[in-house]
């Protein structure tokens, strides 16, 4: 088996075994059993627990990002690229429920990550937001005085949330694209100019 499947693997597996004990219960030896490989094969490629898990995000997000910026540029009204960013965001959770549950929980329990990490992919992904923002905003759509790093934090923290509720609760009150299409819809209600007179104002 090549290197880069053994690391792959190992990932895969990885995800797999936090979702299902947690962080913090669960073991290398755990994850290499998981993953078909020697306890040894593990910290060829990981320094510990910990490393993995950071690894795991980093490669995830990566996709998650580049899957975020191909569905983005589907889109080429600000408005309607705030709605598919709340859709793609939210349906993760339906589409890989174990890799939200490490991302949205058990990557919070690790205190390196927390504490030592330099989290560049997360701040990479909210930027998606402000750009999204940005271009509206010079499009005339969009408030002036709005912060797009304020907007980007808010925007992701609702959807954070609803992430949680759809990863925990049995009994859920709402479908995943319904409450997609209404936490946008909430944002935008904020940030959108309607009236025509001040829509030119902005513009001019």
């Known amino acids: 088996m090549k290197s880069e499947d053994k690391h792959k693997k190992i990932i895969k597996a990885a995800i797999k075994v936090f979702a299902k004990n947690g962080f913090y219960n669960s073991r290398v030896s755990e994850i290499a059993k998981e993953a078909k490989v020697a306890d040894g094969t593990v910290y060829l490629y990981f320094k510990n627990k910990d490393d993995i898990l950071i690894s795991l995000f980093e490669e995830e997000m990566d996709r998650i990002i580049t899957n975020m910026k191909n569905e ?28 939200a549950e490490v991302i949205q929980v058990e990557l919070r329990q690790s205190t390196k990550f927390m504490r030592e990490y330099r989290n560049r992919k997360f701040v990479e992904y909210l930027n998606i937001i402000s750009g999204i923002v940005r271009e509206g905003q010079e499009q005339g759509l969009f408030r002036r005085e709005i912060m797009p790093g304020l907007v980007k934090r808010a925007f992701f923290g609702a ?35 309607e009236d025509e007179a001040e829509n030119r104002k902005a513009v001019g």
């Open 72 to 99: 983005i540029e589907l889109e080429s009204n600000p408005v309607d690229k705030i709605k598919r960013f709340a859709s793609v965001h939210l349906n993760m959770v339906r589409e890989d429920k174990n890799l």
């Open 159 to 193: 959807l954070d949330e609803l992430s949680t509720m759809f990863l925990f609760h049995q009994k859920k009150k709402y479908e995943i694209d319904q409450a997609a299409d209404q936490v946008a819809t909430f944002f935008l209600n904020g940030i959108i100019i």
